[in-house]
């Protein structure tokens, strides 16, 4: 019990250092130095290339929240962060934390790869942000469902990273047991994404939202009730885009009964959820273009 | 209270012929509270030199200061005068230096007090006389203590910059420099090609937002101090995004947040005594301020609120 206890605290010493440094993702960094070192890059492209990348989202967020605290509310639109914080400072925040030797090596998944997993990220980002739509939600709200959609698996990049060997055991098992990837993660590494999700998000001063979406997202009743729809539609949205089988982050099957429960929380029709297919499709086709990506698969 | 400029000027020290009269040296403001021995220092420009010399004369032998420094933000021209400001070097002086975080994880001792380090400076930071504790802050509502309330307010500063409001005794000072009005970074040209719908009018709406947002920040003030670093025309033709304000703006804004003094501060270092003589006698004018006073800083001035 007392080596647990010691084995889990200096887990958690190397998983709070790799959050200190997080880099972007390698999918993106390309395009984010080419975006962010050109100095007549607009606001426009700078956005999108930010959105498209979990962890240089959840930065900008954490710079404006860490200064900014309007009404109590933190900021969880990178619309309204980009306005706060100026075009020049999200393209040298962006810049510190966009680094090319994560191109290879050590940023990698061994389990899936890292396009694997932005793929996945981004997917259900749009797919949160389509059912935001879906229930009639303003703009501006539906990017707060996009963001914590895109962010919700954060936790898993400081496990894989300092835990590459583990990780790929926790896939191996997860898969040959039809288990969820989650419950692996806890077993073998005494933590799971959820539970470093949400020391990310607490730690970058995110707001409760998105400390929850990060938290809850696999235990979606779990939540207060003050998030329970934003956390339900990620659930959701996370469900979907493993059932598409668009990019992938450990999960590789979908309980149809829950897939079906969930949708009728939500409030979609479950047979209706294929309509979301093609757009979703289109939207992801146009990330990867925007990030030439698209030949590499 | 009773409110003193040491240094008004941005950007840079810049002393000659042509400053003269509104002074060279870069932000520095000094806030006296009636019956209270307390000293509240908004920036350590240059300007604080001077400051802390008069303070140094004042105290004698006694050589005890007992001083909160308020730090807009961390930009060179907000900092440079701290090492030498005499009374840091006194054991007995007893600083606290407040500032908002900034971009890196380096917390502000560290900003600030890494000008005291060998390559910068003869004295190091550890070697100074004075006791001094830095705190981080971040927008919000902060008892001083002795009925004295500061609310700190994030502004538009291509780095992270605050504005304070001192509350006391049913008067009020506020700072607003060195910012810009916040504006739609956007593509509004519907026919861009990057034009998004969507993204256009959630940044005009943020952007009109955050600008209602500032003048209640400085609503009612006695005497707000803001930035004014330009003027319209020149703000438009080159200056967008610097984090300075055009004057036409900041005065329209002032009069909408029924201000009551306004001083315009952060003066460009290009611009001389003539021209700031000029502007005045465009803007410090009742007419055009609508019955609100308007004054260009002046280095060495002091103005009871
Ligand atoms: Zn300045
Ligand atoms: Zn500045």
């Known amino acids: 019990m007392n080596h647990e206890f010691i084995h889990r605290e200096r887990h958690l010493k190397r998983i709070q250092a ?36 979990p962890v240089l989202t959840g930065r900008v967020l954490k710079l404006i929240n860490s200064a900014y605290y309007a009404l109590g509310k933190p900021i969880t639109s990178l619309t309204r962060a980009i306005i706060m914080l100026g075009v020049n400072t999200v393209k040298n925040l962006a810049l510190s934390f966009a680094i090319l030797k994560n191109m290879q090596g050590n940023g990698t998944f061994h389990a899936f790869t890292t396009d694997e997993f932005w793929l996945h990220c981004l997917c259900v980002g749009v797919v949160a942000k389509s059912l935001a739509a879906f229930k009639g939600l303003m703009p501006a709200e539906q990017e707060e469902y996009f963001v914590a959609g895109l962010l919700h698996d ?81 659930s959701l949205a996370n469900l979907i885009a493993i059932d598409l089988k668009i990019g992938t982050a450990g999960d590789r099957l979908v309980d149809k009964g829950l897939l079906v429960d969930l949708s009728a929380k939500v409030g979609v029709d479950y047979s209706k959820l294929s309509n979301f297919q093609e757009s979703v499709g289109k939207e992801i086709d146009r990330a990867k273009i925007f990030l030439e990506i698209a030949q590499k698969g | 209270m009773i409110l003193k400029f040491w240094g008004v000027r941005g950007s840079i020290p810049s002393p000659g012929p042509n400053t003269v009269k509104y002074g060279g040296n870069t932000l520095c403001l000094e806030l006296r509270l009636p019956d209270q021995e307390r000293l509240i220092i908004f920036d350590a420009g240059s300007g604080i030199r001077e400051l802390g010399d ?115 005794r049913d008067k009020v000072l506020c700072t607003a420099y060195d910012t810009e009005p916040f504006y739609n970074v956007f593509c509004t040209d519907t026919s861009d090609a990057s034009f998004d719908e969507i993204l256009a009018s959630e940044g005009s709406r943020a952007a009109r937002e955050e600008n209602r947002r500032m003048e209640e920040f400085f609503k009612d003030a006695d005497l707000l101090i803001h930035d004014g670093q330009y003027t319209q025309s020149e703000y438009e033709n080159a200056k967008r995004g610097w984090g300075h304000s055009p004057i036409e703006y900041v005065v329209e804004a002032a009069k909408r947040a029924k201000v009551k003094r306004l001083a315009i501060c952060h003066h460009d270092p290009l611009r001389t005594d003539c021209q700031l003589d000029e502007l005045s006698q465009v803007y410090v004018n009742e007419e055009y301020a609508g019955g609100m006073k308007v004054f260009f800083a002046r280095e060495g001035q002091e103005v009871e609120i």
């Open chain 1, 18 to 53: 790799t959050i200190a440094g997080m880099p972007s993702l390698s999918t993106t960094v390309v395009k984010v130095l080419e975006t962010c070192n050109d100095p007549r890059a607009s606001a426009n492209s700078l956005k999108q290339v930010i959105s498209l990348d």
């Open chain 1, 154 to 234: 954060l936790g898993k990049i400081p496990l894989n990273k300092q835990f590459a060997e583990e990780y790929y055991q926790v896939w191996e098992s997860a898969g040959r047991k039809q288990d969820p990837f989650y419950h692996w993660e806890d077993r073998l590494l005494g933590i799971d994404h959820c539970k470093v999700g949400s020391m990310i998000a607490q730690k970058w001063h995110l707001g409760s939202s998105l400390v929850e979406s990060l938290s809850h997202h696999h235990d979606p009743d779990e939540c207060t009730e003050k998030n329970r729809d934003l956390v339900s539609v990620v």
């Open chain 2, 54 to 168: 008069s303070l140094s004369a004042d105290n004698g032998n006694k050589g005890c200061l007992n001083a909160d420094i308020f730090l807009t933000h961390t930009h060179l021209d907000h900092i440079l005068g701290l090492p030498f400001f005499a009374p840091i070097h006194n054991p007995g002086t007893r600083l606290k230096i407040y500032g908002p975080v900034t971009c890196e994880e380096d917390p502000l001792e560290e900003v600030i007090g890494g000008q005291l380090s060998y390559r910068y400076f003869p004295i190091r930071q550890h070697e100074l006389g004075a006791d001094i504790e830095y705190i981080d802050l971040m927008e919000g509502k902060y008892n001083l203590g002795r009925g004295i309330t500061l609310i700190a307010k994030y502004l538009n500063h291509p780095l992270l910059a605050l504005g304070y409001r001192v509350e006391y």
